[in-house]
């Protein structure tokens, strides 16, 4: 995601918020700013879809009216909405009620006749069905009863032994996360019903505007400002659900849960004296939750012996706020592959920018740095002003990404010009999941003629940028989708991506991911396309850059080699019998493209 930078309280969100926050979203938004069919049509769809994904609650004789049944329910949508009404989809909240109840019903009748079965018998039982939506109360049975199953063989870690001996534990271990699955969609008093209503109501049309503009819970805001600047507070473990109850899966690393002792796959039975057996997940993790600072008692066991541990919560960094650095060997010197995982910025000082410059500077400091291999296979994007410092590191700044907006206006966001840290060889390597901040500097280094792309044929295509309110006080909680991006070259990435230079298969590479699979995405055009809506001196400028763009392009050296290190690589292949064949390829091509560049020869 690129998002435009902006601590925000969010009370509880009733129906009356509706209107203005849609009309929040409709100020910002690249094209869309009415309530009209195709969003009516759109936002029935999504508030079914979040519901019921797996379609397992209704059949399609159920939903198929209001799906498929023409401008009847759309036009009862478009106008009760517009007239600040919300009766078709009070009348689909009734729905979803009655489907969890006759489920409930379905599910005790399944587990009754599963308690009869044998291991042979339910892994026959557990075929994994998704599509399409049941045809009669027979399927309906048949796909919940498969789920079951699955469900069983998957937590009974497929031991005939434990699925025998632990079979009712698995039953009622099945249905407290189903009631869970199901909670923000039952009565649980006016005011939060109304709430967790309104906020269903809210995602919808949210996502019924293109397939990046979302509105966020209060514990989704939470996640995505934790994704967004890879810190948070807390003890520093990470906690999954299971059979036993809450288990610690990981402890990272120089957080106080490591400081007082607690491990990988210890069980949490209690938090501050309250047992855990009868909560949900999720409010057991709100109770691990606290100001910096403050001490929680945990109660564990572990393997069969019962312990108490007292942590005191603070300020973490994530892992995935480091750049973690591989070296390897070329000549007397060293190529650095460097991976950032997200292009954040913490109120700790901390940012992707920072890291990649520490990383460069310490290896500069120890060792001769020949080549630059920048990982972002697994980048999936972050804040632009730190994909501009990003790319400043490698060119020296100037123009890196314009955005055009709804109304035609044009801004361009450059870097103050300096001198680049490393501007030698440099290899960016991208995935099918490589998306939105880190296609801007895939592609910009590309054009600039700094680098050379190696990885999947294409990275995921996302060419729009947000303005969110995750990190800020507004009272409401969403990403709007303001604007498309264009590269200085006045290309966009949307739906196509950034293109390999050279392809060297990721693990991702056969995976069907990206913008183009995506609900709503925006179409794909080029800047010069819009020239017409530009201003005569936005004209002018763009000619500035665009002459730039065609100096900095034609007067690479590294790029001219790309023609025999994509002859060398084809005759290679991929090494398969290293851990990471994608990342060493890409070493061998940098070795490649260091001896070229330094007059050697092959």
Not at 196 to 223: G, N
Not at 243 to 265: H, M
Not at 378 to 389: D, V
Not at 578 to 592: G, H, N, V
Request: charged content about 25%; proline content about 3%.
């Amino acid at each position: 995601m690129v998002l435009l930078k902006t601590i925000f309280f969010l009370s509880l969100f009733t129906i009356s918020d509706i209107p203005d926050a849609t009309n929040e979203l409709f100020k910002y938004h690249y094209d869309r700013n009415q309530f009209d069919q195709e969003m009516a049509k759109r936002s029935m769809d999504v508030f079914i879809e979040s519901f019921d994904s797996d379609h397992s609650y209704f059949l399609w004789s159920e939903v198929k009216p209001m799906l498929k049944g023409g401008s009847k329910w759309v036009d009862f949508t478009k106008n009760s909405f517009n007239n600040r009404s919300l009766d078709s989809f009070i009348e689909i909240q009734k729905f979803f009620e009655q489907a969890i109840e006759r489920r409930k019903l379905l599910e005790l009748e399944i587990i009754g006749d599963l308690s009869t079965k044998n291991f042979d018998e339910i892994q026959k039982i557990a075929t994994f069905q998704y599509e399409p939506y049941p045809l009669n109360f027979a399927q309906l049975k048949t796909k919940i009863k498969s789920q079951i199953a699955l469900f069983m063989i998957k937590e009974s870690f497929r031991s005939r032994a434990n699925l025998q001996e632990e079979r009712e534990r698995l039953f009622a271990y099945y249905l407290k996360k189903q009631r869970e699955k199901e909670l923000e969609y039952l009565p649980r008093g006016p005011a939060m019903e109304e709430h967790y209503f309104s906020i269903h109501v809210m995602k919808a049309i949210a996502e019924s505007m293109d397939a990046h503009t979302r509105f966020f819970s209060p514990d989704e805001k939470r996640e995505m400002r934790q994704a967004l600047s890879k810190d948070f507070s807390g003890v520093g473990i990470v906690v999954r659900d299971s059979l036993d109850g809450p288990t610690i899966q990981r402890v990272i690393e120089g957080s106080p849960a490591e400081k007082a002792g607690l491990k990988a796959k210890d069980i949490l039975l209690k938090i501050d004296g309250k047992s855990l057996d009868t909560l949900y997940f999720r409010e057991a993790m709100e109770l691990l939750s606290g100001r910096n600072h403050t001490k929680v008692r945990l109660d564990i066991l572990r393997q069969g012996e019962l312990k108490e541990v007292v942590v005191t919560r603070a300020p973490i960094n994530s892992p995935e706020s480091t750049a973690q650095v591989s070296l390897f060997a070329q000549g007397d010197g060293v190529i650095a592959a460097i991976r950032l995982d997200g292009f954040f910025d913490n109120d700790l000082g901390n940012s992707a920018a920072y890291q990649l410059e520490q990383a460069i500077l310490n290896t500069k400091k120890n060792q001769d740095l020949k080549a630059v291999i920048l990982d972002l296979r697994r980048n999936t994007g972050g804040f632009l002003t730190q994909a501009g410092k990003v790319c400043s590191i490698f060119t020296g700044g100037g123009p890196i990404v314009l955005a055009r907006y709804g109304n035609g206006q044009i801004n361009v966001f450059k870097e103050k010009i300096s001198k680049p840290l490393f501007d030698g060889p440099l290899l960016v390597l991208i995935s099918r999941l490589s998306a939105s901040a880190s296609e801007i500097v895939a592609q910009t280094l590309k054009e600039y003629g700094a680098a050379i792309i190696v990885g999947d044929e294409h990275s995921y295509g996302k060419g729009s940028m947000q303005f969110q309110t995750i990190t800020s006080e507004e009272p409401y909680c969403y990403a709007v989708t303001v604007a498309k991006y264009y590269t200085i070259s006045g290309a966009s990435v949307q739906l196509k991506g950034v293109s390999s230079d050279i392809i060297v298969p990721t693990d991702l590479a056969e995976v069907l991911i990206g913008e183009q699979y995506l609900k709503y995405p925006l179409g794909y055009d080029t800047l010069t396309q819009g020239f017409k809506n530009i201003s005569a001196g936005g004209k002018e400028e763009m000619g500035q850059i665009f002459s730039f763009y065609q100096k900095k392009s034609s007067s690479s050296t590294s790029r001219a080699w790309i023609p025999q290190l994509k002859i060398r690589s084809e005759k290679r292949g991929l090494p398969v019998t290293r851990d990471d064949p994608a990342l060493f390829e890409a070493y061998e091509i940098a070795k490649d493209l260091v001896l070229y560049m330094s007059g050697g020869q092959q």
